[in-house]
Structures are given as structure tokens and as C-alpha cells.
């Protein structure tokens, strides 16, 4: 990524998102009672919860996929709890859904092109964009001609992480990044989004895979029944204590 695009030092730790309280769900079904989760700008907060907990839910209150019904969600010190889906992708929100969304019959390049495509920029700058993208993953560039379905399962999930990028965010989001990878390529993923930090952006990572995801997070947070247990640096999260969040302190 350019120069330009780092973070001053003066931004780096600003507050990106902040979700108090926040409830959601599906109809009449409230899933997230208190969602209450901070992020950091070149930091990532991870999200981690028991299956069922609500972690996919509360992506998706915080995208705007589903009404938030109570609470509040700041992002930029600003209030964004009751604006479109639409208008967060374009205030810098970028979603990485659970799953390799990707499409399959596409070159790799044209997936990225793709990408940036809701920013409207011209084709100069969206080029220019695609060579940022490239530099993060450099797998990307060996098999831009290539169809993305070529691919190993890794890779695609790489560039589905390039594809939310092309739409230059300051928050982006990523549900199970390592979801069906083997537990090397797991490890690579990982080391590929702890890298996204020094380009300025926050990130938001769901995962199931604790040890992993935590070790290269700044903030750990923990949801249990659609509620946060636990919010807090990941240098003060003990195992222990990760284990009572997640089976609680009679276990
Ligand atoms: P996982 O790790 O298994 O994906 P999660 O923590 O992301 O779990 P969610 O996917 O947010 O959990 O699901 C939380 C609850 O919401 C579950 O009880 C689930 O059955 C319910 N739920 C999920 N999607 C829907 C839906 N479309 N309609 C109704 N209920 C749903």
C-alpha cells in the first residue's frame, strides 16, 4: 500500500466503532441483546462466541443487513445506528461475509475491479488500486489472469479480503476468515490481516479459531447468547479467562 495511504501516527488509535449496547435480529426475534464492542483505527478487535451466539448477527446490525432495535452503533463519532446499508459501504464500511464470496467464472483481477466498482473512481485510480491490492497479496498478482475458481480455498479467501478492500474502507469486516482452511493456511490468512493493519484501516474479525485470532488482535471481545461477556485489550485476556466466557465460571 502507498505511503499515502498509512495512517498518521495522530490517527492511528482513534476510535472507529463503536456499538453500545446494541440489540438486533431477525424480525421479532431479538438474537443480540447487548453488543457492546470498540474499534480501533490500526487495530483489530476480534469477535469470538460459542456457535449460535450471535457473532454473524452482530455483523450484520453493524453492516446494516438487519435493523438495530435498541442501542446505539457510533462509527466516526458519529451516529449511524438508523442509516442504510448502502450509505455505511460508502462512509468506509466493508463486509467480508462468512463463506468465499467470489465469483467463481471471474479472473482475479476482474473480481478486484469489481470490488472497487462502487467507488466510482476511474479506471486510472482503480488500476492504481488493484496494484495496492497485489502488494498485500502477492498470490494475487501471480494469478491475476486466472479464474477465481482456480484457486485454493486460501487464495480465494484472500481475495475476497481484496475485493472488500478495493472499496478503499476504514472499517472493515471479516466473518470466519478461516472457515473450512487448513490450519496452515489458517495461520497464513491470519498473518495476511494482522499486515492489513499498517495500511490505517480497523478491522472487526469474527473467528472460532481462539488461539490464532486472538494472538494477532489488539481488542478481544466475547459474546454469549447476544450478549458481551467480556471487552478488553487482548494483553489483559487470559486463557482462563476466555474459558469462563466462553463456558462459564462454573465450569
Ligand atoms: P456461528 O459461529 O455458528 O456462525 P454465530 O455466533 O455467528 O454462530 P448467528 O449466526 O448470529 O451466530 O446466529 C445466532 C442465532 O440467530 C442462532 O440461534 C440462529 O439460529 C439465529 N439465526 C441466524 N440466522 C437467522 C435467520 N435468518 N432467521 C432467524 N434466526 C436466525
Known amino acids: 500500500m502507498s505511503e499515502a495511504g498509512l495512517a498518521s501516527d495522530a490517527a492511528a488509535g482513534e476510535v472507529l466503532l463503536e456499538t453500545v449496547e446494541m440489540q438486533t435480529g431477525y424480525g421479532d426475534l431479538r438474537v443480540v441483546r447487548d453488543a457492546s464492542i470498540t474499534v480501533r483505527r490500526g487495530e483489530i478487535t476480534v469477535l469470538l462466541g460459542r456457535n449460535g451466539a450471535g457473532k454473524t448477527t452482530t455483523l450484520r446490525g453493524i453492516t446494516g443487513l438487519n435493523k438495530v432495535t435498541g442501542g446505539s452503533l457510533r462509527y466516526l463519532g458519529e451516529d449511524i445506528t438508523g442509516i442504510p446499508a448502502a450509505k455505511r459501504v460508502r462512509r468506509g464500511i466493508s463486509y467480508v461475509q462468512e463463506g468465499k464470496r467470489v465469483f467463481h467464472d471471474l479472473t482475479v483481477e476482474q473480481n478486484l475491479l469489481l470490488g472497487g466498482f462502487s467507488t466510482g473512481v476511474g479506471k486510472r485510480a482503480l488500476a492504481g488500486s488493484v496494484e495496492e491490492i497485489y502488494e498485500l497479496f502477492p498470490i494475487l498478482a501471480e494469478k491475476r489472469m486466472?479464474?477465481?475458481?482456480?484457486?485454493?480455498?486460501?487464495?480465494?479467501?484472500?481475495?475476497?479480503?481484496?475485493?472488500?478492500?478495493?472499496?478503499?474502507?476504514?472499517?472493515?469486516?471479516?466473518?470466519?476468515?478461516?472457515?473450512?482452511?487448513?490450519?496452515?493456511?489458517?495461520?497464513?490468512?491470519?498473518?495476511?490481516?494482522?499486515?492489513?493493519?499498517?495500511?490505517?484501516?480497523?478491522?472487526?474479525?469474527?473467528?472460532?479459531?481462539?488461539?490464532?485470532?486472538?494472538?494477532?488482535?489488539?481488542?478481544?471481545?466475547?459474546?454469549?447468547?447476544?450478549?458481551?461477556?467480556?471487552?478488553?485489550?487482548?494483553?489483559?485476556?487470559?486463557?482462563?479467562?476466555?474459558?469462563?466466557?466462553?463456558?462459564?465460571?462454573?465450569?
Open 146 to 251: 486466472l479464474a477465481a475458481a482456480s484457486m485454493s480455498g486460501g487464495q480465494q479467501q484472500m481475495l475476497a479480503i481484496g475485493q472488500a478492500l478495493m472499496a478503499k474502507p476504514q472499517l472493515l469486516i471479516l466473518d470466519e476468515p478461516s472457515q473450512g482452511l487448513a490450519p496452515g493456511i489458517v495461520k497464513e490468512v491470519m498473518q495476511r490481516v494482522h499486515a492489513l493493519k499498517q495500511t490505517g484501516i480497523g478491522i472487526l474479525l469474527v473467528e472460532q479459531i481462539v488461539q490464532d485470532s486472538v494472538a494477532i488482535s489488539d481488542r478481544v471481545a466475547i459474546l454469549e447468547m447476544g450478549k458481551t461477556v467480556l471487552s478488553k485489550p487482548a494483553s489483559e485476556v487470559t486463557v482462563e479467562a476466555i474459558q469462563e466466557a466462553y463456558f462459564g465460571s462454573t465450569a
